[in-house]
């Protein structure tokens, strides 16, 4: 089945909601359910008022476009027709139309943008748009489209498709019209912790959720939707009105889910149960049943990384580096649930904007990398591909840029960093590049005497601190939207595998243990470039232009030269008041040879990074063993430490380079970078030896650990 095919509701009745939030589900489709055992309100037509003051707002209604109008000058993309819908262009996608699998596109946005709850501070900084005004923005658009549907019944499509509206279907969207405006009425409200905002909160929650069951069981139209699925940056196929996913949280599930022998599968069915019940925010209502859950999964997550043989069983058939990459992102997600109840979860209480961002962020990251790791996705329940059934299942889509499903410039778009932080990420780039050549270099057998190791276990930790360091230092919305990767989830992940990878060589392992440490540390290699080229790939330097994901050196990281300055390694240590440059000692290792460029940025999905997750170009070593339970603390005393040169990469080196660059330049659609990695790719196809090119071909991997929203 192709990636998505499983999604839609089709005639589905809802599944039953039971106490404790467990819902059970008799067939393979999605019908939606509002998790924690929430039954959306089937009645209501008009806003409610009360003395919380829970009234209409004053929001401004997007314009209201015919379809096939030009969207005016300056437009990124094209006026909205019949053949193109629908559309997930969000400037076209906003437009006025009769078309019902359009306005449940929107929908879609929607739904996703309250995944942790709205927030509305900073408004727009950094080139980040507060969602409170992206969300009303949707909602007044579905609105719109089902007034005009309504008043221009023999108008009424589904993806272009002629569409007659039943008196089911009638009475369904006339339903829908008074909870829209519910929508819009209590989203302003809902921000912050308030009463008043927890009452709005639980009101959106039902009110999104009851839009969702409604029209999914309106038999005729459920099945005209879900006839017409459309691709997204996810990976998964959605259909208008996209049901959430499937889940359970009762107390058998979690004595489940946290027993010793639970599987992928229903660990991931209480996390389904915890993303539901996200929807229109956490509060402290709702937070003490979110929590239950996240320690569930965590105890589980915690028992799986450490029973080899449920390993060993995910991981069947995979070679090379291929289980230890499983394991390291099996680990991250362990990691970023530990991150979601120690950190995020109590900001709701002190900071709920930021809380909302993060949670947002830092859970459909969770679900984007299981759904890409083929491993990890079929343990859970999938089909392999990214989708919307099992464990860890994909949420509704944003919607996004011009230039297609992963393109930027939709509804979550770049952040615009300043001096320091154009600092950082070229130095976070450049080093991740050159400990990635370390560690391929001792997977050789080169530079491991203790000494050396000692040196590059300090090197990585030091490198662990300082993106750590440098993430707190500016929290509000850089910190909701990089914790997960830099604080406590993605480089925490790397950096264990790699010292355990790298202890094992040191302490003199030897046969299959020693080829379990040179896959742990060369898939450890492949997590920090890719880390570095996904979140970079999330932001715009000063000044503009892009990252350069292969670059070794700070001066070469980013697009337009000179525009980063420092050094590296860096010494673990990081200050970063906004504008301020990060100072950091160590050695400039500008001129280190070695095998760059195996992680490029492309494919398709992560939608905080609608141009792609990362990108792993590899495919040598063997065997795994890694990063045992919980991830303990890596960061060691600091010295400044030189790791030997790297010996230059044999054989492909230079093609895998040539195809990383091509592929970054195609995602930014640079031309001339696209032109002049085409050129540097046939010379060195022209140069190389026929075994040099079958070694090429047969040992690319291209493994996909999305970041996305």
């Known amino acids: 089945m192709a990636a998505g095919d499983d999604a839609g509701a089709g005639t589905v009745m809802p599944p039953p909601t039971g106490t404790g939030g467990q819902t059970v589900a008799d067939t393979g489709t999605s019908p939606v359910t509002a998790g924690g055992g929430h039954s959306g309100p089937s009645t209501v037509t008009a806003p409610p008022t009360d003395a919380g003051g829970h009234a209409g707002a004053d929001i401004v209604t997007p314009p209201i476009l015919a379809a096939g109008t030009d969207l005016g000058a300056g437009a990124d993309a094209p006026a909205l027709t019949m053949a193109t819908l629908p559309t997930t262009v969000r400037d076209n996608a906003l437009a006025l139309s009769t078309d019902l699998a359009q306005a449940g ?24 748009v507060a969602y409170l005004g992206m969300f009303t923005t949707d909602i007044h658009a579905v609105l719109n489209d089902i007034n005009a549907a309504l008043a221009n019944p023999n108008g009424v499509t589904v993806s272009g498709n002629a569409y007659t509206l039943s008196a089911t279907d009638t009475a369904v969207l006339q339903q829908v019209q008074g909870q829209l405006q519910t929508l819009l009425t209590e989203a302003p409200q809902s921000i912050g912790n308030s009463n008043n905002a927890i009452t709005a909160q639980e009101l959106i929650h039902t009110t999104q959720t009851a839009i969702l069951n409604e029209i999914n069981n309106d038999g005729a139209l459920a099945t005209a939707l879900a006839a017409n699925p459309y691709p997204t940056g996810t990976g998964a196929n959605n259909v208008g009105f996209e049901a959430l996913p499937i889940g359970a949280d009762d107390a058998a599930s979690l004595a489940a889910a946290s027993a010793p022998g639970a599987t992928l599968a229903q660990i991931g069915s209480v ?23 996240m320690k569930a999964i965590a105890a589980g997550l915690t028992n799986l990384v450490n029973n080899p043989t449920a390993l060993n069983a995910i991981e069947f058939g995979e070679v090379g580096t291929d289980p230890a990459l499983t394991t390291i992102h099996l680990q991250t997600v362990l990691n970023q649930i530990n991150l979601q109840i120690d950190d995020f979860d109590a900001k709701y209480a002190t900071d709920p904007n930021v809380a909302a961002r993060s949670t947002n962020d830092n859970l459909l990251d969770i679900i984007d990398i299981v759904q890409n790791d083929t491993a990890l996705n079929t343990a859970a329940g999938g089909h392999g591909n990214p989708g919307t059934v099992g464990g860890f299942a994909e949420f509704p889509a944003y919607l996004n840029g011009a230039d297609g499903p992963n393109a930027h410039g939709g509804t979550i778009t770049q952040f615009q960093d300043d001096q320091a932080q154009t600092n950082f990420w070229a130095k976070f780039i450049a080093e991740a590049n050159v400990i990635n050549n370390q560690l391929d270099n001792v997977a050789a057998g080169n530079n491991t005497t203790a000494g050396e190791l000692q040196a590059l276990i300090t090197e990585i930790q030091n490198y662990n601190s300082f993106g750590a360091a440098f993430d707190h230092s500016q929290g509000g919305v850089f910190g909701a939207r990089f914790d997960n990767e830099l604080l406590g989830g993605t480089l925490l992940t790397d950096t264990n595998a ?122 040598n070593g063997g065997g ?31 093609m895998s380079n040539d195809i990383a660059t091509l592929l970054q330049a195609l995602q930014q659609g640079n031309t001339n970078a696209v032109n002049d990695a085409v050129g540097a790719l046939g010379a060195d196809v022209h140069s190389a030896s026929a075994g040099e090119i079958t070694n090429l071909v047969h040992n690319l991997r291209f493994d996909h650990m999305w970041h996305h929203a």
């Open 105 to 128: 596109v929107v929908f879609n946005d929607a739904t996703r943008l309250l995944e942790g709850g709205l927030w509305s501070t900073p408004a727009d900084s950094n080139n980040q």
């Open 624 to 654: 795994h063993h890694c990063c045992g339970s919980g991830a303990t603390d890596p960061n060691g005393s600091h010295q400044d430490a030189s790791n030997g040169t790297p010996v230059a990469s044999a054989g492909h080196s230079g």
């Open 271 to 293: 996390f389904n149960a915890a993303a539901d019940l996200a929807v229109g925010g956490l509060n402290s209502t709702n937070l003490g049943q979110f929590d239950a859950d």
């Open 498 to 619: 790699a010292v355990q990878g790298l202890q094992g060589i040191m302490g003199g392992d030897t046969g299959a243990a020693l080829a379990a440490d040179q896959a742990q540390i060369q898939a450890a290699g492949m997590g920090f470039v890719a880390d570095a080229n996904d979140v970079s790939g999330n932001n715009i330097p000063l000044g503009g232009g892009s990252y350069v994901g292969t670059s070794t050196t700070v001066a070469g990281a980013t697009s337009v030269a000179g525009v980063a300055q420092g050094t590296i390694p860096a010494d673990g240590t990081a200050t970063g008041a906004a504008g301020t440059p990060v100072a950091q000692t160590g050695v400039q290792t500008d001129g280190q040879v070695g095998q760059v460029g195996q992680v490029a940025q492309g494919g398709g999905g992560g939608q905080d990074d609608p141009s792609g997750g990362q990108v792993a170009i590899k495919g």
